[in-house]
């Protein structure tokens, strides 16, 4: 029987940040007092400076690294650094460039990984995957380890700027046609999604879509949006890779993030790649763009800065970025180019109108 490591504790709440101490002492009584490594980005030890000396006043033995780069080479640089120096834990506090750093560091050095987001914007807050930079400009999905612990502190959140708390629902989105993807692949390969991957990343997406706050800057919103981002982590677990949460979606972002410099978050990209790729699929997408007018996202391309020139080269390119994933793309590979550019033309002109 297969096995699942879920975080030993997770708490979503105002002040999450004060009960690190308590819930260290009883899950990790072994590491009381011995060193612990607190990976961060750079200016944040500043900005959330009041929260940063509660976390501290916590701990007993600590060190603070800066982290300098999201590369693959510098997180193994960190992991030597925990193994030589006998550190025993790494808490991961900041965006997704320190938590992924600090997550494969302790996936190396095989020491517990707490994870303190600062914001909320992708599922890989709680996904077994670290996204690094391997070589120059290109990232690549490492294996990593799901956190051992999560502590979102909702007062913290609420302070990030909107723009990334908008990319956590756009990656969350993406759900509704990966999932459909997933299913195609199964039916290509004569396979079958996980029952339970599949469940989660579905509840994921529907706790969000159909919740009556419609609103992600209060309490309320951050905590909803902390757990469908949670969910979708574990659904990547159990299905062992991260088919629940991205198809053909996610293609179109990394698609546009190899050919351009394009400086949108990852989540936005998914957000207008889910809407073009429910096209694509010929589904339903009324309900997600009433869900994104509600939440007051905008997912205009134009207005996001995304021109038809990228916009139809990324879909184009879109099929080539992981080639051993089938998706809806796949169905229109016999398609002439010619036909296909006017088809994503299209899909740009209406998306424009929205
Ligand atoms: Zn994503």
């Known amino acids: 029987m297969k096995e699942f490591n879920l975080p030993l504790f997770m708490k979503v709440k105002p002040d999450a940040l004060k009960e690190l101490k308590d819930n260290l002492d009883l899950y990790f009584p072994d590491i009381l007092g011995k060193r612990v490594l607190i990976l961060t980005t750079d200016g944040l030890l500043q900005k ?21 780069s999201s590369s693959y080479d510098y997180a193994v640089s960190i992991a030597k650094k925990i193994s030589m120096e006998g550190i025993r834990m790494i808490i991961g506090f900041g965006g997704g460039t320190a938590l992924d750093t600090a997550k494969y560091a302790a996936f190396v050095a095989n020491v517990p990984y707490i994870a303190i987001p600062t914001a909320l914007s992708n599922d890989g807050v709680c996904s077994p995957v670290s996204v690094l930079f391997s070589k120059g400009n290109r990232t690549h999905s490492f294996t990593s380890k799901t956190p051992d612990g999560l502590l979102i502190d909702t007062d913290i959140i609420l302070k990030s700027p909107r723009l990334l708390l908008e990319a956590g629902v756009g990656d969350i989105i993406s759900n509704y046609t990966a999932l459909y993807d997933w299913e195609l692949d199964c039916k290509y390969n004569h396979g079958q999604p996980n029952d339970f991957a599949y469940m989660l990343s579905e509840r994921a997406l529907n706790a969000l879509l159909y919740s009556d706050i419609k609103s992600f800057t209060s309490q309320e919103g951050v905590k909803m949006l902390a757990q469908s981002l949670v969910l979708g982590g574990l659904a990547m677990q159990i299905a062992g890779s991260s088919r629940p949460c991205s198809g053909s979606d996610h293609l179109f972002c990394h698609a546009l993030d190899e050919l ?35 939440y007051g996202i905008d997912i205009n391309p134009k207005r996001r800065g995304i021109t038809e020139v990228m916009f139809v080269k990324a879909w184009l390119f879109a099929r080539e970025v992981r080639k051993e994933r089938y998706t809806v793309l796949n169905n229109m590979e016999m398609m002439p180019r010619r036909m296909r550019e006017d088809m994503f033309k299209e899909l740009y002109a209406m998306m424009c109108r929205i």
């Open 48 to 68: 959330l400076e009041k929260k940063v000396t509660l976390m501290l006043s916590q701990l007993k033995e600590y060190e603070v690294v800066t982290v300098e």
């Open 260 to 294: 351009f410099d394009h400086g949108l978050p990852h989540g936005i990209v998914v957000g207008i790649g889910t809407i073009g790729a429910a096209w694509l699929q010929k589904r339903e997408y009324r309900m997600l763009l009433d869900f994104l007018k509600a």
